[in-house]
């Protein structure tokens, strides 16, 4: 069976031809048509979020563009080899938190951020949403905290399912980063309304509640 041209693939598709066939100019010009404008507004809006300005200046929006195409093709395309979704919304979710990465990657580089905590607090991934909200904290637990790379591990696991990238990005944007749902939805990555994203997070605490109450 011949391969689907790279214009008809899907996102999870052309992840594959891309990684598999990096010698293939087509996939890859296709690529950078197709995503170049999520990962520029994903720039723009980390910028944004961070008090940088609206947008970067065109020199180093071209280089922060730059950066996340590097990141996407090192390692002979490792990033993309490690993609695991099946969706348009969870390859679209992530690129997004790929360019959101390496935005604040950028910044923090240049001391234009404080450096990043070691460790999460769990009650600050919630805490503004009243007692129904809270993370069951007083129960026996050992730690209160959680390293990144611990809460990504958890929130997979919670998450499981054909949108699981998605919902992470959604839930680590919202929560960990502080984007309304306005500003989630203007990201481009989801068809999602700010109506439905409400309902996400909503349904997404409960799920995290609950690992925590069963496993702690």
């Given at each position: 069976?011949?391969?689907?041209?790279?214009?008809?693939?899907?996102?999870p598709s052309l992840f594959r031809q891309c990684a598999d066939f990096p010698d293939?100019?087509?996939?890859?010009?296709?690529?950078?048509?197709?995503?170049?404008?999520?990962?520029?507004?994903?720039?723009?809006?980390?910028?944004?979020?961070?008090?940088?300005?609206?947008?970067?200046?065109?020199?180093?929006?071209?280089?922060?563009?730059?950066?996340?195409?590097?990141?996407?093709?090192?390692?002979?395309?490792?990033?993309?080899?490690?993609?695991?979704?099946?969706?348009?919304?969870?390859?679209?979710?992530?690129?997004?938190?790929?360019?959101?990465?390496?935005?604040?990657?950028?910044?923090?580089?240049?001391?234009?951020?404080?450096?990043?905590?070691?460790?999460?607090?769990?009650?600050?991934?919630?805490?503004?949403?009243?007692?129904?909200?809270?993370?069951?904290?007083?129960?026996?637990?050992?730690?209160?905290?959680?390293?990144?790379?611990?809460?990504?591990?958890?929130?997979?696991?919670?998450?499981?399912?054909?949108?699981?990238?998605?919902?992470?990005?959604?839930?680590?944007?919202?929560?960990?980063?502080?984007?309304?749902?306005s500003e989630i939805a203007k990201m481009g990555f989801s068809t999602l309304k700010?109506?439905?994203?409400?309902?996400?997070?909503?349904?997404?605490?409960?799920?995290?509640?609950?690992?925590?109450?069963?496993?702690?």
């Open positions: 069976m011949s391969q689907r041209s790279p214009a008809s693939s899907s996102g293939n100019g087509d996939s890859w010009r296709e690529f950078v048509r197709r995503y170049t404008p999520l990962l520029a507004r994903s720039v723009a809006r980390a910028w944004q979020k961070c008090g940088q300005g609206n947008w970067p200046p065109p020199e180093v929006s071209q280089d922060l563009l730059q950066d996340v195409f590097l990141a996407i093709v090192k390692n002979d395309f490792a990033l993309l080899q490690h993609f695991r979704g099946t969706t348009e919304e969870e390859a679209n979710a992530y690129l997004a938190r790929t360019a959101i990465n390496e935005t604040i990657n950028f910044l923090r580089a240049k001391g234009r951020l404080r450096r990043k905590v070691e460790e999460i607090s769990l009650e600050a991934l919630i805490e503004d949403e009243g007692e129904e909200g809270r993370l069951p904290l007083h129960l026996n637990t050992r730690r209160h905290s959680l390293t990144e790379q611990e809460l990504i591990e958890i929130l997979e696991q919670c998450f499981a399912g054909p949108n699981s990238n998605r919902d992470v990005l959604i839930f680590l944007l919202h929560f960990r980063d502080g984007y309304s749902t700010v109506s439905s994203l409400n309902n996400l997070l909503g349904e997404l605490k409960k799920r995290l509640r609950k690992f925590f109450t069963d496993n702690m």
